[in-house]
Nanobody
Framework: QVQLVESGGGLVQPGGSLRLSCAAS????????MNWYRQAPGKQRELVAG???????NYADSVKGRFTISRDYAKNTVYLQMNSLKPEDTAVYYC?????????WGQGTQVTVSS
């Protein structure tokens, strides 16, 4: 079955960096678009970044220029490099892919930006 396992979250000071990873299995990774979402307490889940099967990317306006999404086809892994982190980036970050009309999610990884 489809499995998405996130890692790399943690506590970081404002201005710091983190790299999230999402290891994917159970589907043909090379043909699927992959996404990162986040959900802050009391807020709706929002799309942060996406990457197509051929490497085209898109970003939420709030993270453009600070976050970079990438994928490693050999490792079936998608990454989210987060730089210049702000307190408002604090959230649970989720990896996502859509397969045959179904949306699949990882368990999430907590990112906390605080001094």
């Amino acid at each position: 079955q489809v499995q998405l396992v996130e890692s790399g979250g943690g506590l970081v000071q404002p201005g710091g960096s983190l790299r999230l990873s999402c290891a994917a299995s159970g589907f043909i990774f090379v043909v699927n678009a992959m996404n990162w979402y986040r959900q802050a307490p009391g807020k709706q889940r929002e799309l942060v970044a996406g990457i197509t099967n051929d490497g085209r990317t898109n970003y939420a306006d709030s993270v453009k220029g600070r976050f970079t999404i990438s994928r490693d086809y050999a490792k079936n892994t998608v990454y989210l490099q987060m730089n210049s982190l702000k307190p408002e980036d604090t959230a649970v970050y989720y990896c996502n892919t859509n397969l045959r009309g179904l949306s699949h999610w990882g368990q999430g990884t907590q990112v906390t930006v605080s001094s």
